[in-house]
């Protein structure tokens, strides 16, 4: 695809190809900007380390020909759906194998991508971590962590209730509707360039400390992405460390990643901990299949059992995730910032917009990870058949 659009591709760049913050957010600009992300954004690095790389042995399976169903009835293969849903990655383990792995759209094994809300996850299990060895307490208010949000929507919020997304606040994200408070984020935060004549805040926190209580703390789970920046903000107070190197230091470095990772920084160097990392496929794949095994890999516990049995085996609270108006994702529930499928096979996932995914079924040993840049947003355009598919490469693993 980008060999066609030509971007960015002649030195310089015409301005038919030239990719920079006035169109990097939009289709087809974005294909090429989600892998750039550093080349247009201020970012804070997240270290590899100098320990040997963890190797992911490669036992290649006929994975890209299985044959299912659509979500419209026709026969399709997991290698079509890779194409059609503006895939630039997929790596599929199996038992801890790279079974299938592919890359297209000009991106390699080595390549970082922008992982949007799949960020959140990362966030959400290191405050869950830091509660298990009680340096949070999610009982207590957000004030006691964050006393600067006493006049904000989290001035009389649990921590609890900012970790599983169900504390009441006005914070819409339509991306198609620019007076929703999601835009005042995104430029806030330099997701997106200014508009003409801007006069608002231009930094995470103190677009945060704007935003006000809307509802009843802890009545319904709904979906804000402000609330994963606040966690970000609890887990640095609670530890006197930037997140990023929180990241490298109990993450990157102990799985033995093969790249280094990187995330969005705003214009005071906050990191933005609800939808700027960037990270390759592998290296993601390495973090799924620690999860998968239960919080240890490549010799080393990253995260306690309990801590991912309280997520990923209980749960969220299945009624109050009705509240969140998401019918496509009908059954799920959502704790410390990932989601619970409550399937069959246990699958729970990290999920970001434009098609990032990590997703893990423990009763098939399996773990995928998948990085697009579609051109819609939303998930609830393509969930229906991203769930086909993951069942399809479920069975197509199992045989």
Same mark, same amino acid.
């Given at each position: 695809?980008?060999?066609?659009?030509?971007?960015? %591709?002649?030195?310089?760049?015409?301005?038919?190809?030239?990719?920079?913050?006035?169109?990097?957010?939009?289709?087809?600009?974005?294909?090429?900007?989600?892998?750039?992300?550093?080349?247009?954004?201020?970012?804070?690095?997240?270290?590899?380390?100098?320990?040997?790389?963890?190797?992911?042995?490669?036992?290649?399976? /006929?994975?890209?020909?299985?044959?299912?169903?659509?979500?419209?009835?026709?026969?399709?293969?997991?290698?079509?759906?890779?194409?059609?849903?503006?895939?630039?990655?997929?790596?599929?383990?199996?038992?801890?194998?790279?079974?299938?792995?592919?890359?297209?759209?000009?991106?390699?094994?080595?390549?970082?991508?922008?992982?949007?809300?799949? @960020?959140?996850?990362?966030?959400?299990?290191?405050?869950?971590?830091?509660?298990?060895?009680?340096?949070?307490?999610?009982?207590?208010?957000?004030?006691?962590?964050?006393?600067?949000?006493?006049?904000?929507?989290?001035?009389?919020?649990?921590?609890?209730?900012?970790?599983?997304?169900?504390?009441?606040?006005?914070?819409?994200?339509?991306? @198609?509707?620019?007076?929703?408070?999601?835009?005042?984020?995104?430029?806030?935060?330099?997701?997106?360039?200014?508009?003409?004549?801007?006069?608002?805040?231009?930094?995470?926190?103190?677009?945060?400390?704007?935003?006000?209580?809307?509802?009843?703390?802890?009545?319904?789970?709904?979906?804000?992405?402000?609330?994963?920046?606040?966690?970000?903000?609890?887990?640095?107070?609670?530890?006197?460390?930037?997140?990023?190197?929180?990241? %490298?230091?109990?993450?990157?470095?102990?799985?033995?990643?093969?790249?280094?990772?990187?995330?969005?920084?705003?214009?005071?160097?906050?990191?933005?901990?609800?939808?700027?990392?960037?990270?390759?496929?592998?290296?993601?794949?390495?973090?799924?299949?620690?999860?998968?095994?239960?919080?240890?890999?490549?010799?080393?516990?990253?995260?306690?059992?309990?801590?991912?049995?309280?997520?990923?085996?209980?749960?969220?609270?299945?009624?109050?995730?009705?509240?969140?108006?998401?019918?496509?994702?009908?059954?799920?529930?959502?704790?410390?910032?990932?989601?619970?499928?409550?399937?069959?096979?246990?699958?729970?996932?990290?999920?970001?917009?434009?098609?990032?995914?990590?997703?893990?079924? /423990?009763?098939?040993?399996?773990?995928?990870?998948?990085?697009? %840049?579609?051109?819609?947003?939303?998930?609830?355009?393509?969930?229906?058949?991203?769930?086909?598919?993951?069942?399809?490469?479920?069975?197509?693993?199992?045989?």
């Amino acid at each position: 695809m980008l060999d066609k659009l030509g971007l960015m %591709s002649t030195f310089p760049p015409t301005d038919a190809q030239r990719v920079d913050l006035s169109n990097s957010h939009k289709y087809p600009q974005m294909r090429w900007s989600l892998q750039h992300v550093a080349e247009l954004h201020p970012s804070h690095n997240i270290r590899h380390g100098n320990a040997p790389v963890a190797v992911l042995p490669v036992t290649n399976k /006929p994975i890209g020909s299985f044959v299912f169903e659509d979500d419209k009835g026709k026969k399709t293969n997991i290698d079509e759906w890779f194409n059609s849903s503006y895939s630039d990655a997929i790596v599929v383990l199996h038992k801890g194998h790279i079974v299938y792995e592919r890359y297209d759209n000009q991106m390699k094994p080595w390549s970082p991508h922008l992982l949007f809300s799949m @960020t959140k996850s990362f966030t959400g299990l290191m405050a869950a971590q830091l509660a298990q060895d009680g340096k949070i307490d999610p009982n207590a208010l957000v004030t006691q962590y964050v006393p600067e949000l006493a006049g904000s929507a989290w001035g009389d919020m649990k921590v609890r209730d900012v970790m599983d997304m169900t504390g009441a606040v006005r914070f819409r994200e339509v991306y @198609t509707d620019p007076t929703t408070e999601i835009f005042g984020y995104s430029w806030a935060s330099g997701m997106l360039p200014l508009p003409p004549g801007y006069l608002g805040k231009t930094n995470i926190y103190d677009f945060l400390k704007t935003l006000q209580k809307e509802g009843e703390h802890g009545a319904g789970f709904v979906y804000r992405t402000v609330h994963s920046e606040v966690l970000g903000w609890i887990v640095s107070r609670a530890t006197n460390k930037h997140w990023a190197d929180l990241m %490298s230091e109990n993450i990157w470095q102990k799985l033995g990643m093969e790249e280094d990772a990187y995330v969005m920084v705003d214009s005071v160097g906050t990191p933005l901990q609800g939808a700027g990392l960037n990270a390759t496929a592998r290296d993601l794949a390495r973090f799924g299949e620690m999860l998968r095994r239960g919080g240890e890999f490549n010799g080393k516990r990253i995260f306690d059992k309990a801590v991912l049995d309280d997520t990923f085996v209980k749960g969220g609270d299945r009624e109050k995730f009705k509240a969140g108006g998401m019918p496509f994702r009908a059954g799920y529930s959502y704790r410390n910032q990932w989601w619970m499928l409550h399937n069959a096979d246990g699958a729970y996932e990290a999920a970001g917009i434009h098609g990032q995914m990590i997703h893990v079924n /423990p009763a098939a040993e399996m773990v995928v990870v998948k990085l697009a %840049s579609h051109p819609v947003a939303g998930a609830g355009f393509t969930h229906a058949m991203t769930l086909r598919a993951w069942a399809a490469l479920a069975q197509a693993v199992r045989q």
